[in-house]
């Protein structure tokens, strides 16, 4: 089992920046891509930044260019910092570990971004 706590969202105006963070317990050494989702209000979840253990980052196209996310293996935790915000980025931010074929999932952190 992978328990993985995100913090850091919040209100914050357009053009603005905030840093969330996601710290994984439990099993921590076992797991290999951890990764950011998101879901706005009526739409599906979508990927938003990805990291493999050896760094490896995959970005969406909404974000590439604004967003960067990073990880730290040694504590296990991941961070996507996120500058120019927009109105659509708001969303529940989701954070999301992968174990083998095993997924696991945060319960989510609130962005709002305000024109």
């Known amino acids: 089992q992978v328990h993985l706590e995100e913090s850091g969202g919040g209100l914050v105006q357009a053009g603005g920046s905030l840093r969330l963070s996601c710290a994984a317990s439990g099993r921590p050494f076992s797991i290999n891509t951890m990764g950011w989702y998101r879901q706005a209000p009526g739409k599906q979840r979508e990927l938003v930044a990805s990291i493999t253990r050896g760094g490896s980052t995959n970005y969406a196209d909404s974000v590439k260019g604004r967003s960067t996310i990073s990880r730290v293996n040694i504590n296990n935790t991941v961070y996507l910092q996120m500058d120019s915000l927009k109105p659509e980025d708001t969303a529940v931010y989701y954070c999301?570990?992968?174990?083998?074929?095993?997924?696991?999932w945060g319960q989510g952190t609130q962005i709002t971004v305000s024109s």
């Open positions: 999301k570990a992968l174990v083998g074929p095993y997924e696991y």
